[in-house]
C-alpha cells in the first residue's frame, strides 16, 4: 500500500519529501508512520531514498533498496516505485490464492477425521453394546468395526501424542540450516509436489529478475538479487551456481538450463530474448504464462483432491453405518 501510494504521488510530480509528509499524515498505522517520518527526514537532510529505505532493511529488502538507487540513478524513480507496487501486489494476490487453494481441503480433512474419530469412540461403543447379548457370530465387517474402535479408545490418546511429538521434532530439526536444506532438497528433486514447488520458485525468480532488468540493473547483479528471494534453500543454492555459470561467460539460458528448475517453455523464451535483445519484456511474459499454468496446477490438483477426499470420507462412514445395521438386520431375521 506504502509503495503504491509513494508512486502515485512521485508520477503526479508531487516533490518526494511531500509524498512522504502526506503518506505519514495520512496513514492509520502508527508504526507505518513513524517510520515514513523518519524517512522524510533522511531525505530533508540530503540523504538518497535508497539510503533511508536501507535503515529498515526488514521492511525494504535487497530488492527494493536496489530497484530504487536504479529509479534515482536513471531518474524514472515514479516507474520503478509503480513497477514494484505491482510486483508485490501480485506476489500478495499469488501468495493469497495459494493459501485460500489450501484452506479449505485442510479443513475438510481435519472436520472428516475429527467426525470418524468421535463415531468411532464415543458413538459407536454405545451402539455396538446393544449387539453384545447375541449368542450368534458377529459379521465381519461388524467385527472390524469394534476392533478399530477398541483400539482407538485404547492407544487413540498415545497416537495424538505421538503425532504431535513427531510434529514439533520435525520442527525443531527444521531450525538447522543444514537439515532445512535437506527438506528443502526433498521437496524439489523428489516429493509429490515437486513440479508445484518448481513451478513457484521459478515464476517468483523470473518475476524477479524480469524487473530488474526493466529497472537497468545488470543481469549478474539482478540474477544475486532475485536468487535472494527465494525461500527454498536448494533452489537458492542452484540459482546462486547458475549465477556463477553467467559470470564465466555462459548463456542465461544455459545456466537455467542445468538448474533444472525451469519448464522448457519458460527456457526457450528465455533464449528468444537473449537472441532478439527483448530478454526484459520475454522473461516478463516467461513469469505471467509460468504464475497462470501453477495457478492452473492448483485449481487441477485441487478438483481432483476435494472429490476424492469426500468419496473416501463417505466410503467410511458407509463403511460404519453398515457395519452397525448388518447386526440389527441379522436380529430381525432371528426374530421373524
Avoid at 213 to 239: C, F, K, T
Avoid at 290 to 297: F, I, K, T, V
Wanted: hydrophobic share 50%.
Amino acid at each position: 500500500m506504502f509503495t503504491r501510494q509513494l508512486a502515485t504521488l512521485v508520477n503526479a510530480a508531487l516533490p518526494l519529501e511531500s509524498a512522504l509528509k502526506a503518506i505519514a499524515k495520512q496513514s492509520e498505522d502508527k508504526k507505518l508512520a513513524a517510520m515514513v517520518t523518519d524517512i522524510r527526514d533522511k531525505v530533508v537532510e540530503g540523504h538518497t531514498l535508497f539510503d533511508a529505505f536501507s535503515q529498515f532493511p526488514r521492511t525494504f529488502d535487497k530488492l527494493y533498496c536496489t530497484l530504487v538507487m536504479a529509479g534515482e540513478k536513471t531518474g524514472h524513480l515514479g516507474d520503478v516505485l509503480e513497477k514494484l507496487a505491482e510486483y508485490n501486489e501480485q506476489r500478495q494476490k499469488m501468495k493469497s490464492k495459494l493459501t485460500q487453494a489450501m484452506v479449505y481441503p485442510i479443513t475438510l480433512t481435519v472436520v472428516a477425521v475429527a467426525v470418524i474419530c468421535i463415531l468411532l469412540v464415543a458413538v459407536v461403543p454405545q451402539v455396538i453394546e446393544q449387539f453384545t447379548h447375541m449368542k450368534q457370530q458377529l459379521p465381519i465387517t461388524t467385527r472390524t468395526l469394534i476392533a478399530v474402535s477398541d483400539f482407538l479408545q485404547a492407544y487413540g490418546i498415545y497416537i495424538g501424542g505421538g503425532l504431535a511429538t513427531a510434529f514439533i521434532g520435525f520442527k525443531s530439526w527444521l531450525k538447522k540450516n543444514s537439515h532445512r536444506y535437506l527438506w528443502h532438497r526433498w521437496l524439489v528433486n523428489a516429493s509429490p509436489i515437486k513440479k508445484l514447488v518448481c513451478a513457484i520458485n521459478s515464476a517468483r525468480y523470473i518475476r524477479t529478475l524480469s524487473i530488474l532488468q526493466a529497472s537497468s540493473v545488470p543481469l549478474l547483479e539482478g540474477m544475486y538479487i532475485a536468487m535472494d528471494g527465494i525461500e527454498n534453500l536448494h533452489a537458492r543454492q542452484v540459482l546462486e551456481q547458475a549465477a556463477d555459470t553467467v559470470r564465466q561467460g555462459a548463456s542465461l539460458y544455459a545456466a537455467l538450463e542445468q538448474a533444472k528448475l525451469f519448464p522448457p517453455t519458460m527456457l526457450y523464451m528465455i533464449a528468444s530474448g537473449e537472441e532478439s535483445g527483448e530478454l526484459g519484456n520475454l522473461m516478463d511474459r516467461a513469469a505471467e504464462n509460468q504464475e497462470s499454468a501453477l495457478q492452473h496446477r492448483i485449481t487441477l490438483t485441487l478438483s481432483v483432491f476435494e472429490p476424492a477426499l469426500v468419496v473416501s470420507m463417505a466410503t467410511i462412514v458407509l463403511f460404519i453405518v453398515m457395519s452397525i445395521l448388518q447386526p440389527l438386520l441379522q436380529l430381525n431375521n432371528m426374530v421373524g
